[in-house]
């Protein structure tokens, strides 16, 4: 099992930034992706970025550009940077991990992007 605990969400102006940290516990020897993950009110959950074990990284259109997704091996953390956000952005971000045989959610932090 893993565990996930994400923090770092809260309200923010148009243009600024956050960042959001999601700290892996339990079996995170065998994660092979982590990633963020957000879901607004009505709409469809969206994968937002994600990182390989070896460091790939991939990024929907909508956030290239002004998120950066990294992770910090020794803390078991993996962080989202998000910069220039926008109203858009506006949603409850999860961290999600996955190995071979499971997926696995954090219980999610709500970003507000006001304009």
Do not use: H
């Amino acid at each position: 099992q893993v565990q996930l605990v994400e923090s770092g969400g809260g309200l923010v102006q148009a243009g600024g930034s956050l960042r959001l940290s999601c700290a892996a516990s339990g079996s995170i020897f065998s994660i092979r992706t982590m990633g963020w993950y957000r879901q607004a009110p009505g709409k469809q959950r969206e994968l937002v970025a994600a990182i390989t074990s070896g460091g790939s990284t991939s990024y929907s259109d909508s956030v290239k550009g002004r998120f950066t997704i990294s992770r910090d091996n020794a803390k078991n953390t993996v962080y989202l940077q998000m910069n220039s956000l926008k109203p858009e952005d506006t949603a409850v971000y999860l961290c999600n991990a996955r190995n071979v045989m499971s997926v696995f959610w954090g219980q999610g932090t709500q970003v507000t992007v006001s304009s």
